[in-house]
């Protein structure tokens, strides 16, 4: 049987802890969120899959998020997202606010 000291124990349960806080924090963002006017649409999907709809033309892509920001990739160019504490999106001028539709 193996024994772990109090300090071990306790930086074993704070790394568990962290792993699961990160993990948690990106897949709450899964969801579709669009434009007030319906123009801009991004689909976030589980395993860091997107789709990114502007007027119409979709294109697959991929994400991955923080606790702040949210990096989209489509077709090898970037693009960063503010995440709001209202749970809200705001991408580059073109794109404006992004709120959660599903």
Request: proline share 1%; glycine share 12%; net charge positive.
């Amino acid at each position: 049987m193996i024994r772990l000291s109090g300090s071990a124990l306790l930086l074993s349960s704070l790394s568990l802890l962290l792993l699961l806080s990160a993990a948690c924090g990106a897949s709450g963002l899964e969801g579709t969120y669009s434009t007030s006017a319906g123009n801009v649409v991004l689909e976030l999907r589980s395993g860091g899959k997107a789709n990114f709809t502007i007027m119409g033309e979709t294109q697959a892509c991929t994400w991955k998020a923080d606790d702040s920001k949210l990096l989209l990739t489509c077709k090898g160019d970037s693009v960063n997202f503010v995440r709001h504490d209202d749970g809200s999106l705001s991408g580059p001028g073109f794109v404006g606010q992004m709120k959660r539709s599903k």
